[in-house]
């Protein structure tokens, strides 16, 4: 079975290692300067779970980063 990967990467603010370790939890806020309630990033990785796929991150503070989805495909 194969898979289909999909990469996001912007040129932001960027998160600390720390910062990376705590993205994908529900109501976690790690930049204010916008709005929002923390759940956003939380669902998405749920219902990427949910189809057998992952989302992951890498990023560089001050640099940006990059999200990369993998979904199986021919399910």
Known sequence: M???VLEVRDNGLGLSKAQQGELFRMFRRLHTHVPGSGVGLYMVK???ENAGGTLTVQSQLGVGSTFTVSLPTGR
């Open 46 to 48: 749920k219902m990427i």
């Open 2 to 4: 194969g898979c289909t």
